[in-house]
C-alpha cells in the first residue's frame, strides 16, 4: 500500500476541510486550483504541522472521554 493512500477514504473531505482551516489560521493561501507545486516548503510543513496537532488534541479528547 501507497503511503498516502488513506486508510479511510470517507475521511478524504474532512481532512482536505481541516487542511483549509488550518492554512486559513495561520494566514497562508492554497491555491483555489488545488496545486501547492508553487507554494514555499516552510507553508506547507506549517499546514501539516497544524493538522497534526489538531488531529492528536481531538484523539486525547476522545480518550479522555472515554
Keep these: 500500500m501507497a503511503s498516502n ?11 482536505s476541510q481541516l ?3 488550518a492554512a486559513q489560521e495561520l ?5 483555489q486550483d488545488g496545486y501547492q507545486g508553487n507554494m514555499t ?11 497534526t496537532r489538531r488531529l492528536v488534541q481531538i484523539a486525547e479528547q476522545q480518550l479522555a472521554g472515554r
Design 41 to 51: 516548503t516552510k507553508d506547507n510543513g506549517s499546514i501539516g504541522g497544524n493538522i
Design 5 to 15: 493512500t488513506k486508510l479511510v477514504p470517507q475521511a478524504a473531505a474532512g481532512l
Design 19 to 21: 487542511k483549509f482551516e
Design 27 to 31: 494566514g497562508i493561501a492554497i491555491p
